[in-house]
């Protein structure tokens, strides 16, 4: 099969000729119907992430139809259309066995602890309880946009930060993660405000719901501009970007007793942020942070999108050839473009 492959992090990442894959027993092969681009990836790639062996073919965000079942599998056949969250829970730890696959001490996430979805197939295991299926009225680059970005940021809003209509909710960086979570807030009713460095990023938060928006490069204090734009502070706000600056402003712009929740990963030279543990204390605020989503929880995500209350697809900015999305993953630290891309072609 084509895949994308690098062997060293940092290096280019190459397109090659890799053998298929084989269904695990517990597992099954897809063929990569999309994939999308993620900044996780970029991390992957960088070497963040400790769990990664090289050589390695990322990618974590997709949709396919199942090819190949392996011999343990009970509830999935081939031709089936699926998703999956990018975690997937051994279903035997006590994390799995209370509900929360998201962090499992087993977990297998394509792209991470395995090879992933940059290439034509993919083998996936503990598929019986972590494969999603696809809506037929759900096409494949749509679902693909769920798998990391939407619905970690649904989880986060939804059962993390428990959004209820009417708060303030603040997203800090309009990356995929960041619109992903402004689209959602807004469905849930919530009075947004949206935070970011670039003026196109902003304008498509406000297509996409949100209330206010704030340039961080022209204010002094986003901080305390959160606090005026709403009145006293956010009741919830969401670091959707993953730096020291916003993980502290996320913070510092709650108002008492609001809600952080931590989206971005801090990795590398961002992993200890400084944390204004002042105002928690003093404002007894609550921080959460959120890893994911359990695949028994797609159900409320997807029937929000059914009955149009989320529409993912507005998120979708790109739909890029192999080639071109390990090109734009090369440059993903500098954060180009608006919206997810995906991969739909190899």
């Known amino acids: 099969m084509k895949a994308a492959i690098f062997t060293e992090f940092g290096a280019p990442i190459a397109i090659t000729s890799v053998p298929d894959p084989a ?6 092969v897809l063929r990569v119907d999309a994939t999308g681009i993620c900044r996780s990836d970029w991390h992957g790639w960088k070497g963040h992430d400790p769990d990664i062996r090289l050589p390695h073919v990322p990618g974590h965000e997709l949709a396919g ?3 190949e079942v392996g011999n343990n599998i009970h509830n999935w056949k081939r031709g089936d259309r699926v998703t999956m969250p ?16 998201q962090v499992c001490d087993h977990q297998f996430q394509p792209g ?4 992933g979805s940059f290439a034509e197939y993919v083998a996936i ?22 798998g990391c970005r939407f619905a970690t940021a649904f ?7 428990k959004v209820r209509a009417g708060e ?14 402004i689209m959602i807030a807004s469905s849930m009713g919530a009075r947004v405000i949206a935070v970011d460095i670039q003026a196109e990023k902003l304008e498509m938060a406000r297509q996409l719901g949100a209330d206010i928006t704030i340039n961080a490069r022209e204010v002094p204090d986003v901080a305390a501009a959160i606090r005026d734009a709403s009145g006293g502070g956010a009741n919830v ?12 402003n996320s913070i510092a712009c709650l108002a008492k007793r609001g809600r952080h929740v931590q989206v971005g990963l801090m990795l590398a030279d961002q992993a200890h942020p400084e944390v204004p543990m002042d105002l928690v204390v003093a404002r007894e605020l609550e921080i959460y942070g959120s890893h994911g989503i359990q695949a028994h929880r797609y159900g409320v995500l997807l029937g929000m999108v059914a009955a149009g209350k989320l529409r993912p697809e507005r998120l979708i900015t790109g739909r890029l050839s192999l080639a071109d999305g390990i090109e734009f993953l090369q440059k993903m630290d500098q954060f180009p473009g608006t919206g997810i891309k995906v991969i739909t072609s190899f």
């Open 155 to 161: 989880r986060a809003l939804e059962a993390q930060a």
């Open 65 to 67: 139809t199942i090819v």
């Open 237 to 248: 706000s969401m670091d959707a970007l993953g730096s020291r600056h916003t993980c502290f």
């Open 86 to 101: 990018f975690v997937a829970g051994c279903g035997h730890c006590d994390s799995c066995l209370t509900g929360n696959q």
């Open 112 to 115: 991470f602890t395995h090879w």
């Open 168 to 181: 303030w909710v603040a997203i800090h960086g309009c990356g995929g993660v960041g619109l992903s979570a």
């Open 125 to 146: 295991h503990y598929a019986d309880m972590n494969l999603v299926r696809l809506p037929d009225t759900m096409d494949s680059v749509s679902a693909a946009s769920l």
């Open 23 to 28: 269904p695990p027993d517990d597992g099954v």
